[in-house]
């Protein structure tokens, strides 16, 4: 197979898989917290517990920006650090029990909103979008090493 047109079509899809989640996400988010604040939620929510300089990698933001949002979520008591237990030098976050009830809801309005978007396809469609996910997952986001 050609990697290069392989490559144009991993570019495509997530592109398209962005655009999605835009639409899924749109005005999901609390009014308390700025957009920036849900994307680090969001990914804490999804890949806990994490450190600081995996959100600062993975949100593209700077360590200091990194550390100034982490402390407003956690004055707005919706996440938390704790030290690692092999290694005191660690932090990891994590959300708070208010954290994870303001992501369950978030989480639920866009399970709603992807139901809605998949409500006409039938068993077997789904099916196939089932194992293109796995593929993707276990060959292409988290291929083993």
Known sequence: MDQTALFQKLVAFTSAVYQVKCDL?????????TP???????Y???????????ISDCMHVSMPNTSRELKK?????????????DDRR????????????LMNE???QIEARF????????????????????????KVFHPRT
């Not at 920036?36 to 969001?42: G, N, V």
């Not at 979520?73 to 237990?85: P, S, Y």
């Not at 194992?131 to 276990?138: G, I, N």
């Open 44 to 54: 804490i929510a999804v890949s806990q517990p994490v450190t600081p300089s995996q």
């Open 25 to 33: 996400t749109k005005g999901v988010k609390s009014d308390e917290i």
């Open 73 to 85: 979520l956690t004055a707005k008591n919706l996440c938390g650090r704790f030290t690692a237990a």
């Open 106 to 108: 978030s989480f639920q």
């Open 115 to 138: 139901r809605q978007r998949i409500k006409d396809m039938s068993e077997e469609e789904l099916a196939e979008i089932s194992h293109a996910f796995d593929v993707l997952h276990t």
């Open 36 to 42: 920036l604040q849900y994307s680090i939620l969001e």
């Open 90 to 101: 660690k932090q990891y976050i994590r959300l708070s029990p208010e954290g994870q009830a």
